[in-house]
Structures are given as C-alpha cells and as structure tokens.
C-alpha cells in the first residue's frame, strides 16, 4: 500500500503536534500507536524531521508520508496498514 491509497483518510488521523514540547513525547505516541487499528493513524507535527520515529513505527505495521512545511515544521502522517511487533 502506498500514501495515494490512503490520503483520503488523513483528516481522521489523531493530532499529536509535538512543536515546543519540553518532555520526550514517545511514551505518549507509542501508547496511540499500539492502540490504532488497521486503517487508522497518527499525524505527527515536528520542528524536526522526526526520523528516529521511522523504523520503531514500520516494525509496529506503518506506513508514512512526511512533508517538509517549513525548515523547522515537518508533518508525518502514519497509516496502521497490519499490526507489527
């Protein structure tokens, strides 16, 4: 499954926009992510591109799509395509 087959389904995604935040959000995102169904995502705002969070979330059985706002505003969208580890 690529982005194209599921854009559509992006404005259901939940909000984290994580821009500012002292604390380390992973925690919090990974308790989401293992709750998502198949279908369902997470859309992720970033001063960064948050690519530590790529591989943790392909193992967990998603997809994403990132896109560059600005130099210090980045958007990554992650679709639950199966359950992973």
Do not use: C
Request: proline share 5%; hydrophobic share 40%.
């Amino acid at each position: 499954m690529s982005y194209e087959n599921w854009k559509d389904k992006i404005s259901t995604f939940e909000l984290m926009d994580v821009r500012g935040k002292k604390m380390d959000f992973f925690p919090a995102l990974k308790v989401k992510a293992t709750a998502l169904k198949n279908g369902e995502g997470l859309h992720i705002i970033q001063t960064f591109e948050p690519v530590p969070l790529y591989p943790v979330l392909t193992l967990m059985g998603f997809e994403r799509y990132t896109e560059k706002v600005s130099s210090s505003e980045y958007h990554v969208w992650f679709y639950r395509v199966r359950k992973g580890v």
